[in-house]
């Protein structure tokens, strides 16, 4: 996961992927040299995931996502690499989903499909909505 002043977001993404019913994983947070309270967000986590969450950071600020995960990679030691940014949150099955998936295809890469959660006061905003795209 790359991180970069995300302070807002990370721990609700967090809690998404700690909710996940396969518990078989770990996660790889490279920080990106943010200037806000991410990284704090992230080490309040640690022992919730049990030696499972890593953390990492740049040397300096990459200015983008793909920097950030590649590193994540280099450490990476599992069967298979999801890819989550730290404003996502993943439904609870999500892991143990997309795993079985590639299994019993015998599948390189799997894919799922994303919605958007607005908040309350842009639910009925029609303007709102067309603004959303696929890399908002």
Not at 48 to 67: E, I, Q
Not at 113 to 122: I, M
């Amino acid at each position: 996961m790359p991180l970069y002043n995300v302070e807002k977001y990370v721990g609700e993404c967090l809690d998404s992927i700690l909710a996940q019913t396969l518990q078989d994983f770990e996660v790889i947070v490279v920080d990106d040299c943010s200037t806000d309270s991410s990284v704090a967000v992230v080490e309040s986590y640690m022992s919730k995931f049990d030696g499972r969450l890593k953390l990492t950071r740049m040397k300096k600020n990459s200015g983008g996502a793909g920097l950030p995960r590649n590193k994540g990679i280099e450490f990476s030691c599992g069967e298979y690499l999801a890819f989550v940014d730290p404003d996502d949150t993943i439904t609870p099955t999500a892991f143990e989903e997309l795993y079985t998936l590639a299994k019993n295809f015998d599948a390189d890469v799997v894919h799922c499909e994303k919605w958007y959660q607005l908040p309350d006061e842009f639910y009925n905003d029609a303007e709102y909505r067309k603004t959303l795209t696929p890399y908002s």
